[in-house]
């Protein structure tokens, strides 16, 4: 039965750390060659921050660009396991695209509930593309969550957000690719808070891979939120939160305790990072290393800058900041950088003369 699942050249999680997940002999091992993502070395904000050896590690390149791939993937199958034939979840756009492609690579119906304008075009894209049932709501995030959970409870269809166990089981699998690839645990690991469970997630691995011995200590989980979403540094709910990085856009997180916990326990911290730290971290990863992640991906690189700027001294410490989805997902973010697109006839000299070569 095992092999009529593994449609793919890739491990993928669930074979690749069956040993550390919930699995059974009837859990069908699905794979769309999630995880294995890239960690990259820093090329320049490195030298720029004064800091350690810094790693960006690449969750955008996840099947459909976004580390929610690594928590789906167990979650689906553990749905197909238990004989479900639908999946719901309330998202501001990844676990939505997520939960979408992983329905229907294993023939079942997926729902989405997500915020009336609260959500980039790219993850709503994703959901229209892979034929999910998509509501929007005229409400936010927090809204959506609790009708999320009020119909999973009343029909017999499996709740896939991060409230569902078998996704974070699935996430932590990041923080055991991260210590085998550098061979212990970093100094640091810095990453974007909405929901807050995949800084929830991350901790778990780490934990559990020194627990084991794979690892012979632990980072300092530095988590960031977005000013206008920050509710885990305010220490309250915000009703109406606002952000740029619309991906955590959450007033008040599922997880909350689960961030708390992770950040008391590592000697770590959760802080706001401002949209316009936020947005000079974005064009920085984009154009000094190369990498595009979203708005919500960047606040863990702003965050960085930030403590660094605030003293945090990271000059002999291993940093890791996690690059939670692709920029691709959200193009009006991008197309918003000032620039100037030159449109001109199709002939050589007029294109040699605007670019400055003649
Ligand atoms: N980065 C991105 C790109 C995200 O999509 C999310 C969450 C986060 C960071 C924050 O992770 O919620 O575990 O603290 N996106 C969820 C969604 C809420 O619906 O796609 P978190």
Known sequence: MTSSWAATDRLGVLRRYRDYLPLTEATPLICMGEGETPLVRSQRLEGRLGCGPLYFKLESCNPTGSFKDRGMVVAVAKALEEGRKAVLCASTGNTSAAAAAYAAHCGLDAYVLVSKGNIAQGKLAQAVAHGAQIVAIDGNFDQALALARAITAKYP?????????????????????????????????????????????????????????????????????????????????????????????????????????????????????????????????????????????????????????????????????????????DPETAMAIPTTIRELPAELTAVEKAIGLA
């Open 157 to 329: 269809i499996a709740l896939v957000n991060s409230l569902n166990p078998y996704r974070l089981e699935g996430q932590k699998t990041a923080a055991f690719e991260i210590v085998d690839h550098l061979g212990d645990a970093p100094d640091y690991l810095f990453i974007p808070v909405g929901n807050a469970g995949n800084i929830t997630a991350y901790w778990r691995g780490f934990v559990e891979y020194q627990q084991k011995g794979r690892a012979s200590k632990r980072p300092r989980m530095m988590g960031f939120q977005a000013e206008g979403a920050a509710p885990i540094v305010l220490g309250r709910p915000v009703e109406k939160p606002q952000t740029v990085a619309s991906a955590i856009r959450i007033g008040n997180p599922a997880n909350w305790r689960g961030a708390e916990a992770a950040r008391d326990a590592s000697g770590g911290v959760i802080e706001a990072v401002s949209d316009e730290e936020i947005l000079e971290a974005y064009r920085l990863l984009a154009q000094e290393e190369g990498i595009f992640g979203e708005p919500a991906s960047a606040a863990s690189v702003a965050g960085l800058s930030k403590m660094s700027r605030q003293g945090l001294d990271l000059r002999d410490r291993i940093s890791v900041c996690i690059i939670t989805g692709s920029g691709l997902k």
